[in-house]
């Protein structure tokens, strides 16, 4: 996939909406403490406030300001996406290319032993690890990533064992060009679909599991989190008989809608989807 043809594809219906949406949350992360004058653990009004001028989404049960928990969840979300995609993309393509062009008794040491990451049921493990773990963003990072760099190598590897018997490559070992050359110039260019296939899919899983784990009560609760404003609300006994779930729990959960949405809409785009 050339350059040119990401551009056009994201220049599509589902490219730019997916684009818009992402690009408003990144603008709210990292404008965050402008867009608030409250930190997200700051006690600073009564419980249960409604919207009002002062809160716009009111407070919770212990009076922090909501609106500054979901702005600053935000930061939480996309900052795990981007290390665990990156992590994950980076593992993956190592370990899948260079599997896939040594070839022979290296190659399949390694796909065995990546052959057993992948019988390892993914979410009983994570949930195992995140509660014996203390609880750290960082560990929830780094289990989502050890967790997930094995599929990449393994489509990686398949796609790096086609090219590596590919005209454009042989012709350029005749031509006396080395391994690292050949890597660099003819097989780490035609991976760049999977290699974006990668870092979305990986996003995607890795926003839902941390917003999952921290409704769970397994996130850090040193980090603002739309999982953890879920979980305090759902646990709040009134939430559903008055007017605060609309302002306490729906924000939260159209947040991680929106993200996750973002992130398949420029998949989709980058695939050629109208």
Request: hydrophobic share 50%; charged share 15%; glycine share 8%.
């Amino acid at each position: 996939m050339h350059e040119i043809t990401v551009v056009q594809r994201l220049k599509s219906p589902k490219g730019i909406s997916g684009l818009a949406i992402l690009c408003s949350f990144i603008f709210i992360a990292i404008a965050a403490p402008f867009l608030t004058s409250y930190s997200p653990d700051d006690i600073s009004s009564r419980p249960l406030l409604e919207p009002n001028s002062e809160h716009l989404l009111g407070t919770d049960d212990v009076g922090r300001d909501i609106f500054s928990n979901l702005l600053y969840g935000a930061r939480t979300s996309l900052a795990v996406a981007l290390i665990v995609s990156s992590g994950v993309l980076i593992i993956g393509t190592l370990a899948g290319v260079f599997s896939g062009y040594t070839g022979g008794n290296l190659d399949r040491v390694m796909m065995r032993g990546v052959d057993i990451f992948l019988m390892i049921p993914d979410l009983p493990l994570i949930l195992i690890l995140a509660a014996y773990l203390r609880p750290s963003l960082w560990n929830i990072i780094f289990i989502l990533i050890v967790m997930g760099w094995p599929v990449g190598a393994r489509i990686t590897r398949a796609q790096t064992r086609t090219l590596r018997v590919s005209g454009h490559v042989d012709f350029a070992r005749i031509s006396g060009a080395g391994n690292w050359y050949v890597i660099k110039r003819h097989i780490v260019p035609d991976l760049y679909p999977i290699m974006i296939t990668t870092i979305v899919m990986q996003s995607i899983r890795a926003i839902l599991s941390e917003s999952g784990l921290a409704f769970l009560g397994l996130g850090d609760p040193s980090y603002p989190s739309w999982g953890t404003m879920i979980k305090y609300a759902i646990s709040y006994p009134l939430v559903f008989f008055t007017d605060a779930w609309m302002w306490w729990l729906m924000p939260a959960g159209v947040c991680i809608t929106l993200l996750v949405l973002s992130f398949v809409l420029v998949g989709q785009a980058l695939e050629g989807d109208k």
